[in-house]
């Protein structure tokens, strides 16, 4: 069956910078429209960033645009985000998505 698995997740200073890992299973990842999403304390989750299939062409929602980047590696068949000059507003759990399917999200808090 499907599994999705993040890791990476920490505690980082604001202007630092974070790699999340999304261990895919049960399906090919290179086959796949994926999805990074983010729920912050009391707020809705909300949608970061979605990388498609095949040719992989990646979108981003307009907060993080030119800060983190979608990417996957069809060998290891992972899925990550890499985020860079985090601040605090990024404080939140990250999810990956793959069409209904959701991974248990890990936690990324942006502190002095």
């Known amino acids: 069956q499907v599994q999705l698995v993040e890791s990476g997740g920490g505690l980082v200073q604001p202007g630092g910078s974070l790699r999340l890992s999304c261990a895919a299973s049960g399906f090919t990842i290179s086959g796949s429209s994926m999805s990074w999403f983010r729920q912050a304390p009391g707020k809705e989750r909300e949608w970061v960033a979605s990388?498609?299939?095949?040719?992989?062409?990646?979108t981003y929602t307009t907060s993080v645009k030119g800060r983190f980047t979608i990417s996957r590696d069809n060998a290891k068949n992972t899925l990550y985000l890499q985020m860079n000059s985090l601040i605090p507003a990024d404080t939140a759990v990250y999810y990956c998505?793959?069409?209904?399917?959701w991974g248990q999200g890990t936690q990324v808090t942006v502190s002095s």
């Open positions: 990388i498609t299939s095949g040719g992989g062409i990646t």
């Open positions: 998505k793959r069409g209904g399917s």
